[in-house]
Nanobody, 122 residues
C-alpha cells in the first residue's frame, strides 16, 4: 500500500523560509516522478515543483528561484525548500507520485498525500 505523508506545516512571516517533507512508503521515489502541488481556498490545485526519476527538476514560474525540490533516496523522502515566502504562497501543499516522470497535470498522479498547511502572514 502506497502512502505519502507530508510534514512541515507552519505559519511564517513574509520573506521567511520553510521546508516541507514528504515521506513515501510502498514505493521507491527514485523510480517515480514526484511532484509538489498547492491549493489555496477557492482556487484550483496547481503544480509548483517536480522531480523526475532521473533527478531532473522542474518548477512553476511563480516559485522558480525561491523554491527547491530535492529528494533523499535512502530516506525515501522528497523535500520542498521554500524561501522568500510571500502571502500568496499561503495554501495547502500536497505531495504526489506518478510513474517515472513528473507532470504539471494533477490528474496524471496516482498517489497523493493528505496535505500540509502553509500560511504566510505578518
Amino acid at each position: 500500500q502506497v502512502q505519502l505523508v507530508e510534514s512541515g506545516e507552519g505559519l511564517v512571516q513574509p520573506g521567511g523560509s520553510l521546508r516541507l517533507s514528504c515521506v513515501a512508503s510502498g514505493l521507491g521515489i527514485r523510480s517515480f516522478g514526484m511532484g509538489w502541488f498547492r491549493q489555496a481556498p477557492g482556487k484550483e490545485r496547481e503544480f509548483i515543483a517536480g522531480i523526475h526519476w532521473s533527478a531532473a527538476t522542474t518548477y512553476a514560474d511563480s516559485v522558480k528561484g525561491r523554491f527547491t525540490i530535492s529528494r533523499d533516496n535512502v530516506k525515501n523522502t522528497v523535500y520542498l525548500q521554500m524561501n522568500s515566502l510571500k502571502p500568496e504562497d499561503t495554501a495547502v501543499y500536497y505531495c504526489a507520485a506518478r510513474g517515472s516522470y513528473t507532470s504539471v497535470n494533477s490528474a496524471a498522479y496516482a498517489y497523493w498525500g493528505q496535505g500540509t498547511q502553509v500560511t504566510v502572514s505578518s
